[in-house]
């Protein structure tokens, strides 16, 4: 998983450096499936304390 993040990272700060002609779907997922499990772990932790 830590090596999965630092994956992800690295590719959000190389977004602009790239060409946009090539999709890079490993980074793709990787970013996407990063973004799914911190989302997942914050409504984790914050579903008590939302008191609808």
Do not use: G, P, R, S
């Given at each position: 998983m830590r090596k999965t993040g630092f994956k992800a990272l690295a590719t959000i700060l190389m977004i602009g450096r790239r060409s946009k002609k090539h999709i890079d779907w490993t980074m793709v997922?990787?970013?996407f499936s990063t973004i799914v499990t911190i989302s997942l772990i914050a409504l984790y932790v914050?579903?008590?304390s939302a008191a609808f």
């Open positions: 997922i990787a970013v914050f579903q008590d």
